[in-house]
């Protein structure tokens, strides 16, 4: 019976490494869009995690292109502000967070089990 991890006692820590990896570059990507979010026409992106080999987690960013705000200006012309919600944007720092700490403490955790068994051995 298997519990579902690799053989490898390293795909522990080569999943997580890899997951704080994409998490940190879904949370660069996240802020890009609220940094950006007041730049007339900017088109916000996504970042879509991914299963790779051996479990690895992937990072993909995707450009959204649906149209920001029209304003009316002054002269009569129309003029497109940024497609950003921060509203959207801020609560997605939430479970992305809560992610990359989960990851982060189950990459100590398998540390402090190694060095453990170091100690033993040693």
Do not use: C, W
Request: aromatic share 2%; proline share 3%; glycine share 4%.
């Amino acid at each position: 019976m298997t519990d579902g991890l690799e053989d490898n006692p390293m795909s522990l820590s080569i999943n997580n490494v890899s997951a704080l990896k994409a998490l940190s570059t879904k949370q660069a990507t996240t802020a890009n869009n609220i940094a950006n979010s007041q730049t007339k026409e900017f088109k916000k992106s996504r970042t879509v995690l991914e299963e790779g080999n051996n479990g690895a987690v992937t990072a993909k960013n995707q450009p959204v292109n649906t149209p920001g705000t029209m304003i009316n200006q002054a002269d009569g012309s129309l003029e497109e502000l940024s497609n950003v919600d921060l509203v959207e944007e801020i609560t997605n720092f939430i479970p992305t967070k809560h992610a990359y700490e989960a990851n982060l403490k189950a990459l100590q955790s398998a540390n402090e089990m190694e060095q453990s068994t170091l100690d033993l051995i040693g």
